[in-house]
Structures are given as structure tokens and as C-alpha cells.
């Protein structure tokens, strides 16, 4: 590790304003969690890492830690999770049918005294054709994806149009910021949304019909939220993410042209609405959920003639 590399985290996570920071992440937290031991975390003090001082103890920001453990590659939860999302674009890549069965869990946060929870479901969601009882907290996702037809060939235009965003680096960024172009224009940081954003807003210039996407990434044993873009080609919304796949090239889980960055991606999403909505509400407010995911082949499999089974089972 190099103090360059320190010193260009530092500069990045500096580009966001100070007043998007929470400091309530104290050093033992960033051993704990983001996985960033007392010698580098020193050096990145001594960097200018936004920090908080308060009753001896020094505190930072969660974001801050998660983008400075993200850059150096270390082992938090995060990039261990992201381990796991190359294997989704390499699916799709394959062009196989497959089957995804998402079980959608509320959490009952009881953390307020007399607090009842009460879930409801979204029109958006129910609109995908759940059916929900009264009060219920779980509920489960179901999509059958056959293959798309397209293997990563799309017109020259779009290729270009993609390469675009290579030049922004992905930084996990507060909610304030999920929609801001200009902040993504003058800092070249940005998330899944303002990245998926952007090449909506080139595409229409260009002349495509383009549309923003919000849903889940369907990835096992978890799934996640997640945005990108769409563009009707041959009258068909095909789903693509080339700057997911060049980030992952970037952190090391995916090796460089394993997956184009204009792989069609159908079969590795699954779309809910163009903007972020709650899957589950309690109260009418926003409730935790878990996105158990299970991978199967779709049932009666042309080509084996089997039933499906779960993935990982044993022949």
C-alpha cells in the first residue's frame, strides 16, 4: 500500500461536502467493521480524513470507512459481498433460463416504546402480482427468465455511449446526493443511480428510448436493491449495467473483458419501478427486509427433461 493510494482515497471522500457526514463511527468500528487497522487508519489522519473529536475518542463517518475500505480491498461486509456479484453477470452472460424465487422478510424494528407493526405492501409492488394478507410481513418474488437473444452485440452508438462512464468512480454516497448530476459532473464520483441516471439522460439525447429502473439485482443467497438503465431496442426494454460490470473490473472481482460492459442483463434483475420505492412499509413508514434468493433451474427443463432443483443441491 502506498501513501499515493491513501492520499487519492482521502482526496475522493473529501469531495464530498461535510455536511452530508454523520460522525458515529468511533475507531474500534473501523477495525471492527470496515476492517482498517490503527497503522493505516493513522495515515489517513494524517492525510486529512474527515474526522470528530469528542470525549477522547476520535469518530468518522460510516460512509467515509465503507468507501475507504471498499478502495483498499479490505475484507469488510460489503466487499465480501461484492465477491459474490460477478457470478450474476456471468449468468447472464451464459444466456441459460433460469428461475429466481426472491422471500421477501419484513423486520418488526420494535426500537420505538408502544411501537405495532403494521406492513403494508406498495402499489408498485403489489402491481407485480402479490398477494398479501392483511398486516403480513413476508412475501415471495418469482421471475423465470428465458434467454434474451442478445449475447453483449449492441449497435456501435451504444457501445460509445457506455464507455462514458468509465470515467466516474463509484463512491458510496449519502442519500442527499443519489440524484444530483451536477455533483457527479464536477467531482466524477457516483453511485448506481446517478451513474444509471446519467445514461438514461445521454441515451434520450442520442435519440434512444431510455428509462431509469429500480429493483433488485438478483444474486444468491442475497439479493439487493439496485438501480441501472433500460433502452427499448427492437421494441423490447433491455436492461444493461456497464458501469456495475466496470466497477467490479476495478475492484478486482472480475477480470478485465470477462463480461462485456454492454452484456444485456435481463436475466439478472428484476424491476419493481423507475425510482426507489420500500418493498415492505410498517406504519407507512420504511421496514427492513431480507431478500433470501433462491437460483433454480425453471421447471420442466427443456433440455434435461428433469424437474428443477435448487442450486448447490446434489445430483
Do not use: K
Request: charged share 25%; aromatic share 8%; proline share 6%.
Amino acid at each position: 500500500m502506498t501513501t499515493e493510494t491513501l492520499h487519492g482515497i482521502v482526496e475522493r471522500v473529501r469531495l464530498v461536502p461535510d455536511r452530508h457526514r454523520v460522525f458515529d463511527q468511533d475507531t474500534s468500528a473501523a477495525m471492527r467493521i470496515f476492517r482498517i487497522g490503527t497503522p493505516v487508519l493513522s495515515d489517513l489522519l494524517d492525510l486529512g480524513f474527515p474526522s470528530r473529536s469528542s470525549g477522547g475518542e476520535r469518530y468518522f463517518d460510516d460512509l467515509d470507512l465503507a468507501n475507504a475500505s471498499l478502495a483498499l480491498r479490505l475484507p469488510s461486509p460489503r466487499y465480501l459481498a461484492m465477491r459474490r456479484w460477478p457470478a450474476v453477470f456471468r449468468a447472464a452472460a451464459v444466456e441459460s433460463p433460469v428461475r429466481y424465487e426472491v422471500e421477501v422478510a419484513a423486520e418488526c424494528d420494535a426500537a420505538e416504546p408502544g411501537h405495532r407493526c403494521d406492513f403494508r405492501l406498495p402499489a408498485e409492488v403489489l402491481a407485480l402480482g402479490v398477494e398479501q394478507a392483511s398486516g403480513a410481513r413476508q412475501f415471495t418474488l418469482s421471475r423465470e427468465v428465458g434467454a434474451t437473444g442478445r449475447t453483449g452485440e449492441v449497435p456501435e452508438e451504444l457501445r460509445r455511449l457506455f464507455a462514458e462512464v468509465s470515467r466516474f468512480r463509484f463512491h458510496i454516497l449519502p442519500p442527499a446526493l443519489y440524484g444530483d448530476l451536477g455533483f457527479m459532473e464536477a467531482t466524477s464520483l457516483a453511485n448506481c443511480e446517478l451513474a444509471g441516471r446519467y445514461l438514461v439522460r445521454r441515451a434520450a439525447e442520442d435519440g434512444w428510448e431510455a428509462r431509469r429502473s429500480f429493483g433488485l439485482l438478483l444474486s444468491s443467497p442475497y439479493s439487493l436493491h439496485h438501480f441501472w438503465p433500460e433502452i427499448r431496442l427492437d421494441g423490447v426494454w433491455t436492461a444493461f449495467d456497464p458501469y456495475m460490470i466496470i466497477s467490479l473490473e476495478r475492484w478486482g472481482v472480475l477480470a478485465p473483458s470477462e463480461v462485456p460492459a454492454t452484456q444485456v442483463i435481463d436475466s439478472a434483475v428484476f424491476r419493481v419501478a423507475e425510482d426507489w420505492i420500500d418493498l415492505v412499509e410498517d406504519a407507512g413508514r420504511s421496514a427492513r427486509v431480507s431478500l433470501l434468493t433462491r437460483r433454480r433451474q425453471p421447471a420442466g427443463d427443456a433440455v434435461s427433461g428433469r424437474p428443477a432443483r435448487p442450486e448447490g443441491a446434489e445430483s
